[in-house]
């Protein structure tokens, strides 16, 4: 093999390929990328055998041929070369680079002994803009439960309805979910499908600033988020999602609309004194929000955040760690919160907009 | 107490005294800070029995008055108010804080059993301009040795020559030295002192972007920095710091003069390679300056910087890590290299300069 192109062309992909490669003791190969000419490009692939990346770079290939070789020491010296030519030769088992008056020789191993990323040749399940669809994920990926037990809520589940994907995301005390709404390709299957949390994050931060769109592509128990020149290939969980519409209320006793930044402060400086486990009251009361908090160590501290609302009088008690997390995904200026009981769940949507939901279970008074 | 003042200055000074707080289990009171009014102003205090912080806040006294409470979560509570008018006010062994709607309540501490900060009233040292002995500390704090087992070299050597500062650090393998030439005022004494190492960066990040002047003031075993608003009083180390003017060579064999930025990326992509001693090959030959590394399991890398060389042929190894830090402790564009033999310390300096200076040791070749 012998590859020639720009240094900060090679740096971008070596760091989208690496990022998810971790430290693998019992099978080394996985901490190597894997270099291969194709079709006059670079293919640049990583894999955790849960979730693989391969990325193409453009330059000339004057000879073709692959090697595999460490994923940190590769990326960590073409960081670290100056932005000009940078040459690629494989010499026997190893990777020469020349960059320069640089000339660095990695060992590598057979480009043979890598791990098959899986092809998915599928027709596209459907076509999301990649700006939005970042957007998307963002707003609920953070709500995904970490707990091994329940592995279906690890994931963000992806949805189809018409012509709109609908992402979800719970913990089980909390849920959020995002409609995109007429996406430019119609879904073939209706089948739903529950994306692992780690690929959601990786997606979101290969995308980046990338413009353009983003096919989702579904194989067999795998799914295929295709950027043109960048692929993400990952596993889906199986299992049932839960059927969380039923908790989604349809009707409130109490409305209140606020200023998301007003409100997101208060909920702040409540957390301060909302004793271990993160409980602040809100108080809806003549027609006013009063954000509370008490803890018997520290001290008490309350709020009012001027507000609309209809109802009567309620007291609610919050994880406040909840309240910033939904009001921080939202961009709105004004928000919308439903409630019906101090019992019953507690919506947050950005007011005015029906694309986005989030909700929260209230802690139980004692 | 009852003081009135905005929430961007008590901001500032609260930011300013709470970080040399750490965990106390052992005397919960030094968690706290010591809030106290002095002479129409605010004196806001910490300690850890090791370094003392006092920072004056301009407001408005209503009532005299002091109290104790955790810091933590009083600069939690100040960050998040909005900046306006802040009350504080005590009322029993509480302090109650309103800010707009926000009110709160934080338990404290009687301000009797905070522990009491010296006061140093001798007459100053020496007065410096503070940015500039700011960046002079951050040239040597990084050299200090973290060891217990030499406490005198755990902290930076002021020491007095007519006129001049010479601040020197050193952890064995590796020492910087910066002068500062006619301080304003002329030192008194000279006798060294030993400045800890968290005191230092203490020090340096106080003095931050802020103007003016310093006075250095010594006491009993203890030195007090005077910055007007702001004042930090230190424990001084013990002991008698190594001469380290013998091991500082007066002449060179061998003297490189090379582009700073070029050495450092050079020195950086070796580092890669460098084995797990970090050691890198400096090789002078033919008037070039060549830069080596060698990892058995890794591969290997070699660069040529473009340089100035005076003297014969000679190969020098060195922990690249120590490099590293003497080149980027330095600002000038180029730096003279100074060197003897392969097993005697080669000196950093910025060329056309005679204020800092930064010696390694050598890696001893097997």
């Not at 055998?49 to 692959?66: M, N, P, R």
């Not at 780690?198 to 096919?215: D, M, S």
Request: proline fraction near 4%; charge should be neutral.
């Amino acid at each position: 093999m012998r590859f020639v192109c720009l240094q900060e062309n090679l740096k971008k992909d070596l760091n989208i390929a690496q990022n998810i490669i971790g430290r693998n003791l019992t099978l080394p190969i996985l901490n190597n990328l894997l270099l291969q000419t194709e079709e006059g490009r670079l293919k640049i692939s990583a894999t955790n055998l849960e979730i693989g990346v391969s990325t193409w770079t453009s330059g000339k290939v004057e000879k073709d041929g692959a090697i595999t070789c460490p994923a940190r020491i590769l990326a960590s010296l073409v960081n670290n070369l100056p932005n000009k030519k940078v040459e690629l030769e494989v010499k026997g088992s190893n990777l020469l680079i020349k960059c320069e008056s640089f000339k660095t020789t990695i060992k590598g191993l057979p480009a043979d002994d890598f791990p098959i990323i899986p092809k998915i040749k599928e027709t596209p399940l459907m076509e999301v803009e990649n700006g939005f669809f970042k957007d998307a994920l963002n707003q609920v990926v953070g709500v995904t439960a970490l707990s091994e037990s329940r592995p279906e809520i690890a994931g963000v589940l992806f949805s189809f309805e018409r012509n709109d994907l609908k992402l979800a995301a719970t913990d089980s005390f909390r849920l959020a979910e995002k409609v995109i709404f007429s996406v430019s390709k119609k879904p073939d299957s209706k089948k739903p499908l529950i994306v692992p949390q780690r690929t959601a994050q990786e997606l979101i931060r290969i995308l980046g600033e990338r413009e353009g769109k983003l096919k989702i592509i579904l194989g067999h128990n795998q799914v295929l988020f295709d950027m043109g020149e960048t692929q993400l290939v990952s596993r889906l969980i199986e299992g049932q999602y839960p059927d969380y519409q039923q908790i989604i209320p349809k009707s409130f006793n109490y409305q209140v609309g606020v200023e998301r930044e007003l409100l997101l402060n208060s909920v702040r400086v409540a957390g301060i004194f909302s004793s271990k486990v993160n409980n602040i009251t809100l108080v809806l009361k003549k027609g006013q929000l009063e954000v509370l908090s008490n803890d018997a160590d520290l001290g008490e501290n309350r709020s009012q955040v001027a507000a609309e609302i209809k109802g009567g009088d309620l007291e609610v008690n919050f994880n406040y760690r909840y309240i910033l997390d939904g009001l921080t995904n939202i961009s709105s200026k004004k928000v919308f919160l439903g409630m019906n009981s101090e019992s019953s769940p507690m919506v947050i949507r950005p007011a005015g907009e029906d694309d986005y939901l989030y909700i929260i279970m209230p802690i139980k008074a004692n």
